[in-house]
C-alpha cells in the first residue's frame, strides 16, 4: 500500500490589504494656491506602524497621473521616509482647465514596489490639491514550509506560510489560502485561520 506525497506545491495569496492614509483632509480632498496656470499635486505618506521597516526602506515613488488617454505627469521621485512621513509634490499643466484625473502611486525600494495605490484627483489651474490614498502591500513572494511527506492515511499537518515585501519583511496581515488539486490524494480543510493538509490517498499531490 502506497501513500500519499505531497509535491509540487503552488501557492495563492488572499486577504492581504493594509492602508495607509495620505494627510490633509480625511473625507475627499481640498485646494491650496498653485502657480497660475497649472496644478499641483501634494502628497504625504505617513508610516504604517506594523510596516515600519518596509516603509521606512522606500527610496523613490512611481507616480502617474493621467486623464483618459492623456498622462499629465509620469516619473519617479527620490524619497527617504528615515521614521516619518514621505512628502512630495507635483505639478502639471492644465491647458484645457480643471479636469478629475486618476493618480497611481507606487512606494518603492530601487526598482521594487513595496506599496501601491490609486485615487481620482481634481485638479484646479492655480490650485494645489491634497488627497486621501489607501495603499496596500505589494507581495513579493511566499516564503513556505517546505512540504511534508505523509507515512500513513489520515496523516495531518498544518498548512503554513509567509506573505513578504522585497525587503524580506512579513507583511502584517497577510493571509494564504490553500487548495489541493488531487483531493483524492491530500485533501486540504480551513481550520479556524489556518489551513490542514490530510492524506486520504495514493499518489502525490499538488497544493496551491
Known sequence: MGFGRVGRWKTLLGGVGLSV???G?????????????????RVAFQQAADAAA??????????ELSDGPT??????????ANGGPIETSIQV????????????VQVRRSGDGLFEGSAPVSLVPGETTRVVLSLTPIVDRLEVTPPPTFTSWGQSVTLTGTAVFAT???IPGGAVAWTSL???????DPVGSAY????VGDGSASLR
Open 196 to 199: 490542514r493538509a490530510t492524506s
Open 21 to 23: 492614509a495620505l494627510t
Open 168 to 170: 524580506g519583511d512579513a
Open 54 to 63: 518596509a516603509f521606512d526602506a522606500a527610496d523613490n515613488l512611481a507616480l
Open 93 to 104: 499643466d492644465l491647458p484645457d482647465g480643471s479636469v478629475t484625473a486618476g493618480l497611481t
Open 71 to 80: 498622462t499629465l505627469f509620469a516619473g519617479t521621485i527620490d524619497v527617504a
Open 25 to 41: 483632509c480625511a473625507d475627499g480632498w481640498f485646494h491650496d494656491p498653485a502657480p497660475v496656470g497649472g496644478a499641483a499635486v
Open 182 to 188: 488531487d483531493p483524492e490524494v491530500v485533501r486540504v
